[in-house]
Nanobody, 127 residues
Framework: VQLQASGGGLVQAGGSLRLSCAASGFTFDDYAIGWFRQVPGKEREGVSC????????HYKQFVKGRFTISSDNVKNTVYLQMNSLQPEDTAVYYC?????????????????????WGQGTLVTVSS
């Protein structure tokens, strides 16, 4: 199982970035994919997640209306479109995969339910 996160970079406040999480080594439709972020010295926090089979999504309040998660089941890739970025969005962003089973999307908001993690991509937002 492999998750490859990419798309991070340096952007000015108000700008946009699109992160990608390319998955391989497992049946994509059987998994939920989550995006998390972490700032040094702080706990990893959830950002958004998506059920790859039915497309249901969940967003943390602080990104609602700014970030959009989507899934391309042909490319086995999940995207996180981030608009209106602010300096407080600066973090290393990680994607993770968890077997969906028959669980509701809200189950996948916790990092503890994820089995597989990508290596992280750094997002830096300058003021």
């Amino acid at each position: 199982v492999q998750l490859q996160a990419s798309g991070g970079g340096l952007v000015q406040a108000g700008g946009s970035l699109r992160l990608s999480c390319a998955a391989s080594g497992f049946t994509f439709d059987d998994y939920a994919i989550g995006w998390f972020r972490q700032v040094p010295g702080k706990e990893r926090e959830g950002v958004s997640c998506i059920d790859s089979r039915d497309g249901s999504t969940h967003y943390k309040q602080f990104v609602k209306g700014r970030f959009t998660i989507s899934s391309d089941n042909v490319k086995n890739t999940v995207y996180l479109q981030m608009n209106s970025l602010q300096p407080e969005d600066t973090a290393v962003y990680y994607c993770a995969a968890s077997q969906r089973g028959y669980k509701e999307i809200a189950y996948f908001t916790s990092s503890s339910v994820y089995n597989y993690w990508g290596q992280g991509t750094l997002v830096t937002v300058s003021s």
